[in-house]
């Protein structure tokens, strides 16, 4: 076969070589142990967060030794493509600080454009580069045409496998494969000139020459030391449309674009041996590889699954209805991504992620657990180190998009609830009270009028005479001018007047001497002011609330219970 005239009649209108390309793709000029890394989203639907996760290890990896980060929109698919995803996936990442350094980015106009010397970064846009190595692929007699139709293909495989059920003879059934494939490879250049004249269209495939009993060691950075076989199946470089598979776009695009680690989901690991033959066919030199174990989580039944893309938590976008600030999520990925992350962050508490030197070697070999708690967790410190200006800020943002009502009273006033969050906030044990921006409207809507509601009835176990007697002597003696002391003190005068311990190690030295304590006593004026048995320091509420609301509630409740 005269492989140079079967290359120039199925691609006449590629007129570059390889070197060609390569010319226009050179080396990267960084310095030594620069690792170069990528996202490579499909735009078929939302960032999920088993995506989020490589690409934090992406973006952590190249900036930490100084590389590159970038993105690559993997749009050889147009039949799933969705219409907008790629324009949402650049800017839900965006929102989780994965920052890319060149790639598909968006403009002014909110249109995909290219950043950076190494593009198309858009998959679809770079098909006369594929076809230019799958050229030289089949110049050299390591690729071939296959012009059997997608539908016969189709229907071919619906034979096996309905022939897989039926027949458990598996040797059987491979060398039928087998010989179906062989008899692929073989025709006579009368033939492919035929079908090209019919303008039939035809698919270019790989002429696998690997022996699977033979296995070759191969080090995964994540999963370690591998045993892979070598390829046998000839599979499709170049679709119909000219258009590559995900196989061939990878190994063209990550030579191409220099990247010096693939980080990517283990799902891809099987596909590994292909990719190998591949970059051994090609000339190129085999890039680092990191599989990343998929996020499972706990179903009804305590067993371990996937996080499928309908669970609750998969989809990034949930998170912000859900008001969780991206800063958490991070550190939340950063945990499940290194075990020794929260070690860290104990002792580095001021720092930010970002200075948490990120180590491979730390990695999960099996899946992650997600888990909601965990995450509530990380997110309630994250938001207790954060400065009160900065919460009022962003709960106000988020409130003003997804409850409105509650969004219009916090910006009407943004120094009133300034003050509300500056409560128990910025010393060495700040509150954690929000885990979500949801969580706001429950911990502080009580300052509102609109949000006031008595919550917490009082124990039955009090006596109502007392309370209301609590209420009307704290009322008659209340002086907002007071400092915390002297207004504790007069709380606990009223204590005394009642029979209640106004000294804690003398209640809990003898409980049935009294009818209860001084923090019964505050209970009483808590629940009135705020509705709630759990409320921060009343003493400062008060303050905030002012003189006329703080007496107007607690009136309001003596008339309730009188
Ligand atoms: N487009 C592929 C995916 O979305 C990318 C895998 C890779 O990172 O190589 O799964």
New binding site residues.
Partial sequence: MNYDRLAELLFPHITETPADIEAKFPPRNLPEGAKVT?????P?GFVHFG?LF?STVGERLAHQSGGVFYLRI?DTDAKREVEGAAEGLIKTLAKYGINFDEGAILDENGNISDKGAYGPYKQSQRGPIYQTFAKQLVREGKAYPCFTTEEELDELQAVNKKEEIKNTDWQAEAEARRAEMLARRSFTMEEVEEHLAQGHPFVVRILANGDPEKKTKFTDLVKGTLEIPENDEDFVLLKSDGIPT?HFA?AVD?HLMGTTH????E??LPSLAKHIQLFSALGFRLPKYMHIAQIMKLDENGNKKKLSKRDMGANMDDYTRMGYCPEAVCEYIMTLLNSNYEEWHMQNADKPYTDFPFNIKKMSVSGCLFDFSKINDVSKNVISRMSAEDVTKKVTDWALEFDPEFGAELAADPEFAQKIFAIGRGGKKPRKDLATWVDAKGYMGFFYDKFFEIIDTYPETFDKADIIATLEKFAAGYDYADDMNTWFDKVKAIADELGFASDMKAYKADPTAFKGSVADISMFIRVAVTGKQNAPDLYTVMQILGKDKTLERINKMIVSLS
């Fill in positions: 990528r996202f490579a989203p499909s078929t995506g490589p993997e995900y990878h990550d693939v980080i990517r989901g799902e891809w």
